[in-house]
């Protein structure tokens, strides 16, 4: 990248460094389940909401988090962001017990919701040059890659020493320096006219994925045929009916319908989803794997998940070349292929395996989820206008983050609901490898109808 001048190297410092602690607090938590549960005395159900929290709030406010850094001015959006996580953070550290503990990861989520849009914003106003541009945001998001790659030996690194508490009070001091860099930065302008609140899709979604959640995390606990259970399930049903007709009718939805006429932006929006989902999902299975099934420390489990995690960040700095080679279409399809052949080694989990017959598939799992992101994200962006280019982003990210959410809420029903656990763990994997399946059959029929219907063309193909 040419050289920067001091303002453009203070953004860039500043919102790389709020998507480092954003990513890390989406993976460093994994590790740290089982000390968790022994301090506050929960079971499965309990850490799928520590981990699901979240990510569920990240999801259902990112796109209003968008709108509102246009309404506000995306500096002072970023710099509430920042504070919220901090405290939400320090909340974290000292929850005496879980409902405290599910509170303060909802704040973290607001706060991530808030500084993810934001963050672009002001690179994007800090970078007028395109080239420039997209270097920074290449830094921004290979900073995101490499706490992904990093995040769980961080994490058992300080839980070894410091306790499972260490994990949220090591992001203050960086929320410290972020905000000191953030302002020295210099206002960015609102654009009030551009984007308007969507209050009652943001209502209606936040109540969708919330009950959505809800039932699958306590439908394994409570029974499926509670009356807790079925009622959560007809919340879901009307809060997502009312979300569709609410964005179909309103002046400025939140989720514009009309992207979704594009069958490459649909089936894009769905890989990422899938990807999150099934990433995420056995992320969280292979920690409670690693540390109950095998009873090792997070330290180790940590250093488990290096092969994985190391592929990750390798398949997201390799996904644009691949993409510029072959061609989105090809380059996910293959992906999603990888994650089949992955979770399909993955069968093999017991407590008698040796530790590389695991290892030889983490690198197909990494690479695709390394992947998958760039590669997805190439061909919706090329669907659609270049001045939607910012809400089509944010769909893309939303997806992601409720993937997550629902890979942990499900991942967990299906080891809750079988016993033993590792009888729940095999039907986990079983279901990854054939929703990975069923989405790279979904991916093609979408690229084939695109073509006859005679569709532009994604670069690269």
């Not at 929290?53 to 990240?58: N, S």
């Not at 206002?187 to 969708?208: E, F, N, T």
């Not at 893309?396 to 942990?408: E, H, K, P, T, Y």
């Amino acid at each position: 990248m040419a050289s920067l001048n001091q303002q453009q190297k203070r953004v860039l410092m500043a919102t790389s460094l709020s998507y480092v602690i954003v990513i890390l607090d989406t993976s460093i938590v994994n590790v740290a389940l089982p000390p968790i549960a022994a301090d506050l005395g929960t079971g499965l159900t309990g850490l799928q909401w520590v981990v699901s929290a979240y990510t569920l709030a990240f999801a259902s406010l990112l796109l209003s988090g968008g709108a509102l850094g246009d309404r506000l001015g995306a500096r002072q959006v970023y710099l509430a962001g920042l504070a919220i996580f901090a405290c939400a953070s320090a909340l974290c550290g000292l929850a005496g017990g879980l409902p405290l503990l599910v509170v303060a990861r909802v704040l973290q989520g607001v706060g991530a919701a808030l500084l993810v849009p934001s963050s672009l914003t002001l690179i994007n106003g800090a970078f007028p040059d395109a080239k420039q541009r997209a270097g920074a945001i290449g830094v921004w998001a290979g900073c995101g890659g490499v706490a992904m790659a990093a995040g769980p030996l961080i994490g058992g690194v300080l839980i070894q020493f410091w306790g499972w508490r260490s994990l949220f009070w090591t992001n203050i001091p960086v929320i410290v320096l972020g905000i000191g860099l953030t302002q020295r930065i210099a206002a960015v302008r609102p654009l009030i006219s551009l984007r308007q609140m969507d209050y009652a899709g943001q209502g209606a979604v936040i109540a969708a994925l919330a009950t959505s959640v809800a039932v699958l995390i306590e439908g394994a606990r409570l029974g499926w045929h509670s009356g807790w259970v079925l009622g959560g399930i007809a919340v879901a049903a009307v809060s997502w009916l009312m979300f569709v007709m609410i964005e179909r009718r309103g002046r400025q939805p939140m989720l514009p319908p009309a992207l979704f006429r594009s069958a490459v932006f649909s089936a894009s929006a769905w890989v990422s989803l899938v990807s999150a989902l099934v990433f995420y999902g056995a992320f969280f299975l292979l920690s409670l794997y690693f540390q109950t099934v095998r009873g090792w420390s997070p330290l180790q489990s940590g250093l488990a998940f290096l092969p994985l995690t190391i592929m990750v960040t390798l398949g997201s700095f390799v996904s644009g070349r691949l993409v510029q080679a072959f061609g989105a279409g090809r380059v996910v399809y293959g992906s999603l292929l990888l994650y089949t052949l992955g979770f399909g080694g993955l069968l093999a989990l017991a407590a008698s395996v040796p530790y590389w017959r695991i290892a030889l598939c983490f690198p197909l799992l990494g690479l695709a989820a390394g992947i998958i992101t760039p590669a997805a994200t190439a061909a919706l962006l090329n669907e659609v206008a270049s001045e939607r280019a910012g809400i089509a982003a944010g769909v893309l990210n939303a997806g992601r983050q409720s993937g997550s959410a629902f890979g942990v809420a499900i991942f967990g029903a299906l080891m809750t609901a079988f016993h033993p656990l590792e009888n729940g763990i095999r039907i986990a994997v079983y279901g990854a490898m054939g929703l990975s399946l069923l989405t790279a059959i979904l991916w093609g029929l979408a690229f084939r109808f695109a073509v006859r219907a005679g569709a532009r063309q994604p670069a690269g193909r």
